[in-house]
């Protein structure tokens, strides 16, 4: 049995590369060396303000180094770090945190005001401590992060409970589907998963023995340099800098609080980085158009590695990527908070893989609704499912935990209810989350493959498909569109067309909405619950 965890793991990698540089953002570089040192005077505040074994920190902040920092301060005191969407209202921010059970709050200045409507509703939270990020001063109900992670400890800082594998991360997730879930990650679990990814690979069943060995041994390629390009509230942006920690590499952030292709690129060539992840074509296409509009304004020949996922990116975009980078490899992943690794497809040039088409990973398989495994070329829909480490369920959500994480002949699996299909050759054509699933005159019509369809149109910059009722087939197809700046918009015959050519006719929407913005979040994601009510009134009114 393996018991890693990640603060005994990233002080192994500050022991051995103390001066290295482990976060980065804009002019502020911190070392490997001050990276721990910041940490352990976290993990001391976080302990002298009473928090005991497990209790919650919420991470309430834009992508910095104090969100790394606060992350690994709560690992080496034991405590569990809880992501916040910053996007949240006060509402939701209270109903994450009480369902958290979150009793210490890091929050960014520019938060201050909804922190503070937050705080009146919660009693239970003791700690509040305010990043400052130039927006207003510190509230007179907090104390300056400053105040914790600037004070020099002597030793590495462990709580009287120590850490082990069991340790804990909360990953919330879903709010467009519903409220929010508690995804419960051992660390354990996570380490390894991360670990099989990683530029530097320890063995699996190894100990910090083993990380201090692969630490010191001659490397073939330099410490890996990211960008993660979403924010680290999610998933994507999270985890995929967790694993180049691990690896003893750097994280570098953009100072910039929304997607701007430029400051990317510009970050790119400034710091000669190696790889970025995004969140399929919501960044990917922005990313590409920068680098058609501008040939030749910047050198990313050192960028080897793009990593997505969560949204699909099409092979169109792919293949323009590569057109740029012929070096690059494109590695599309197929998984979600409470699954990694699912599958994936991976493009290199001259070989770019067909959108959202997966191969299945060794321990992944396509299930039937009664249990049986969807037969290759049948054209059978069934659910993506994993089997071994995974969360241990969601956060005093028993009910749901039995949906998602099962317990089959001794194994554990994992059923997120991502839909596909299995193709002759073994391939996966995804089809989306059965939660979005559109059922028309008995007809299954996922969201995701009619979106990619409309997407693909010149004039189309981004689209969203939900369902709107209807008395003859129960609902029927909408799709709320958004047009590229300077194209006109096609007319809806036009469009209809454009999707019956690649999709069966039954999956080409009745309605199209044309609005100025879909709204997706810095995470790629879109509310669809808000969209869907939008496209319901749109339609009723005739509009």
């Not at 800098?241 to 953009?254: E, H």
């Not at 980085?273 to 910047?298: C, M, Q």
């Not at 396509?366 to 829909?381: C, F, N, P, T, Y």
């Not at 299954?444 to 087939?473: C, Q, S, W, Y």
């Amino acid at each position: 049995m393996s018991n890693w965890n990640f603060a005994d793991v990233w002080e192994t990698v500050a022991t051995a590369r103390p001066d290295a540089p482990a976060l980065v953002q804009g002019n502020r570089r911190v070392t490997w060396q001050e990276f721990n040192r910041r940490a352990d005077g976290v993990a001391a505040g976080l302990l002298r303000g009473g928090l005991d074994h497990q209790a919650k920190v919420a991470e309430y902040l834009y992508n910095s180094p104090e969100y790394l920092e606060t992350l690994f301060g709560a690992f080496k005191a034991g405590l569990v770090p809880v992501n916040t969407n910053y996007r949240y209202t006060e509402g939701e921010l209270v109903y994450l945190w009480d369902n958290a059970d979150v009793e210490a709050v890091v929050f960014h200045g520019s938060f201050a005001d909804r922190a503070a409507v937050a705080r009146s509703r919660l009693p239970r939270i003791r700690l509040w401590w305010w990043v400052d990020d130039g927006a207003a001063p510190c509230p007179d109900w907090a104390s300056p992060f400053e105040e914790a992670a600037g004070v020099a400890t002597n030793e590495s800082v462990r709580a009287p409970w120590g850490r082990n594998a069991d340790d804990l991360l909360f990953i919330y997730t879903g709010g467009t589907t519903g409220m929010p879930k508690g995804v419960m990650w051992r660390q354990d679990d996570l380490f390894a998963l991360l670990n099989r990814t990683g530029e530097l690979r320890y063995p699996e069943e190894g100990n910090l023995a083993d990380v201090r060995a692969t630490l010191a041994a001659p490397s073939k390629h330099p410490p890996p340099l990211l960008v993660p390009g979403p924010p680290l509230m999610h998933g994507t942006g999270l985890f995929t800098a967790m694993s180049v920690l691990s690896s003893a590499g750097s994280v570098v952030m953009l100072e910039s609080r929304h997607l701007d292709p430029e400051a990317l690129l510009d970050t790119i060539q400034a710091e000669r980085i190696t790889e970025i992840s995004i969140v399929g074509d919501a960044f990917a296409k922005p990313l590409l158009a920068a680098l058609d509009a501008n040939p030749g304004r910047w050198d990313i020949s050192s960028l080897w590695l793009i990593i997505s996922s969560g949204v699909i990116w099409s092979a169109e975009v792919k293949a323009g990527l590569l057109r740029h980078n012929p070096r690059l490899t494109l590695v599309d992943s197929l998984g979600s908070s409470e699954a990694l690794g699912m599958a994936r497809s991976t493009s290199r040039a001259g070989s770019t893989a067909e959108t959202a088409g997966f191969q299945l990973g060794p321990d992944t398989k396509v299930i039937s609704d009664d249990g049986r495994d969807v037969v290759a070329g049948s054209g059978e829909q069934g659910r993506v499912a994993l089997r071994g480490r995974g969360p241990i369920g969601y956060y005093k959500d028993p009910d749901k935990s039995a949906n998602t994480f099962l317990l089959i002949d001794g194994q554990r699996w994992t059923i997120p209810g991502d839909f596909a299909t299995v193709r002759a050759d073994g391939s996966v054509q995804l089809l989306g989350r059965g939660s979005g699933c559109i059922n028309t005159g008995g007809e299954k019509v996922f969201p995701e493959e009619v979106e990619e369809a409309l997407k693909l149109h010149p004039a189309i910059a981004d689209a969203v498909v939900v369902g709107v009722p209807d008395d003859r087939f129960g609902e029927t197809v909408a799709a709320i569109v958004e047009v590229r700046p300077g194209e006109s918009r096609p007319g809806d015959a036009q469009l209809i067309e454009w999707v019956r050519v690649r999709l069966a006719a039954y999956k080409a929407p009745r309605h199209l909405i044309e609005v100025a913005t879909i709204g997706r979040s810095p995470s790629g994601k879109v509310d669809y619950r808000r969209l869907r009510e939008y496209a319901v009134k749109e339609v009723a009114t005739g509009r």
